[in-house]
C-alpha cells in the first residue's frame, strides 16, 4: 500500500491535531483527509496542518469547492482555529485557503511549525 499523502495525528488530551502533507497532493487526497478529521469529530479541535513538503496543482474552484464542503458540515461546536504552515512556495495555496475560511475561525499560515504553536496557544479558547 502506498504512503498516504496526509499523515494525521490526534492529540485528544490537549485538543489539536497535527496533518502533515508530503509529496504530490490531489483533491481527492485533501477530501479523504478532511473526511478523517470529520468522521473523527474534531473540527472543534486546534489544528496545525503544515504542506512545507508537499507539492499540489489543485486550483482556486477546487480549493473553494473544498471550503464550501466544509462549510456543510454541521458542527455543534465553534470550529477550532487553523495554523497552515507553509514555505514560500507553498504558502499562496495557504493564504488562499485562509481568505476563503477565515470567517468561520481564526486562521493563519506560518513559515514554521513553532511560529504556528505559538500562535494557536494564542488565540485557542481551549484551556489546557
Same mark, same amino acid.
Given at each position: 500500500? %502506498?504512503?498516504? %499523502?496526509?499523515?494525521?495525528?490526534?492529540?485528544?488530551?490537549?485538543? *489539536?491535531?497535527?496533518?502533515?502533507?508530503?509529496?504530490?497532493?490531489?483533491?481527492?487526497?485533501?477530501?479523504?483527509?478532511?473526511?478523517?478529521?470529520?468522521?473523527?469529530?474534531?473540527? !472543534?479541535?486546534?489544528?496545525? *496542518?503544515?504542506?512545507? @513538503?508537499? @507539492? #499540489?496543482?489543485?486550483?482556486?474552484?477546487?480549493?473553494?469547492?473544498?471550503?464550501?464542503?466544509?462549510?456543510?458540515? %454541521?458542527?455543534?461546536? %465553534?470550529?477550532?482555529?487553523?495554523? *497552515?504552515?507553509?514555505? !514560500?512556495?507553498?504558502?499562496?495555496?495557504?493564504?488562499?485557503?485562509?481568505?476563503?475560511?477565515?470567517?468561520?475561525?481564526?486562521?493563519?499560515?506560518?513559515? #514554521?511549525? !513553532?511560529?504556528?504553536?505559538?500562535?494557536?496557544?494564542?488565540? #485557542?479558547?481551549?484551556?489546557?
Amino acid at each position: 500500500m %502506498p504512503d498516504m %499523502p496526509f499523515k494525521l495525528d490526534i492529540f485528544p488530551p490537549d485538543r *489539536i491535531l497535527i496533518g502533515v502533507a508530503r509529496g504530490d497532493i490531489t483533491v481527492a487526497d485533501l477530501a479523504a483527509f478532511m473526511k478523517q478529521i470529520i468522521d473523527a469529530d474534531v473540527l !472543534h479541535y486546534r489544528k496545525i *496542518i503544515d504542506i512545507t @513538503t508537499a @507539492t #499540489s496543482s489543485i486550483g482556486e474552484q477546487e480549493l473553494q469547492a473544498m471550503a464550501e464542503r466544509l462549510r456543510a458540515v %454541521p458542527v455543534l461546536k %465553534p470550529r477550532g482555529p487553523l495554523a *497552515i504552515v507553509a514555505d !514560500h512556495q507553498r504558502g499562496e495555496l495557504g493564504r488562499l485557503f485562509m481568505s476563503m475560511t477565515s470567517a468561520e475561525r481564526p486562521v493563519q499560515v506560518f513559515r #514554521s511549525i !513553532h511560529e504556528a504553536r505559538r500562535w494557536l496557544l494564542e488565540n #485557542s479558547k481551549v484551556q489546557l
